[in-house]
């Protein structure tokens, strides 16, 4: 079983910036897409962004230009950089690893964001 820790959330004002964690100590970590989602309250979680194997980044157009998404594979950890945050990406925000050689998929705890003045 892979874990997989989230740290990073917290309460900021609208406009400001917040850095968002995911590590594991799983051996496989090189191998895996990575990827963050977003569960806003009382809406489905949706895809944010996400990061191969080869650093191939992509993201949701209602963060592009503000979220980047990226990875050390020597700490075994994904980051998100979150900049310019408004109110409606209040949310709780979870990782996922999914592993290129054997398909599996995992889940991290969540840690919530809020955007309030």
């Known amino acids: 079983q892979v874990q997989l820790v989230e740290s990073g959330g917290g309460l900021v004002q609208p406009g400001g910036s917040l850095r968002l964690s995911c590590a594991t100590s799983a051996r496989g970590f090189s191998v895996y897409t990575m990827a963050w989602y977003r569960q806003p309250p009382g809406k489905q979680r949706a895809l944010v962004a996400e990061?191969?194997?080869?650093?191939?980044?992509s993201y949701a157009d209602s963060v592009k230009g503000r979220f980047t998404i990226s990875r050390d594979n020597a700490r075994k950890t994904m980051y998100r950089q979150m900049n310019s945050l408004k109110p409606e990406d209040t949310a709780g925000y979870y990782c996922k690893a999914g592993s290129v050689v054997s398909g599996r998929e995992w889940w991290g705890q969540g840690t919530q964001v809020t955007v309030s003045p």
């Open positions: 990061i191969t194997i080869n650093a191939t980044t």
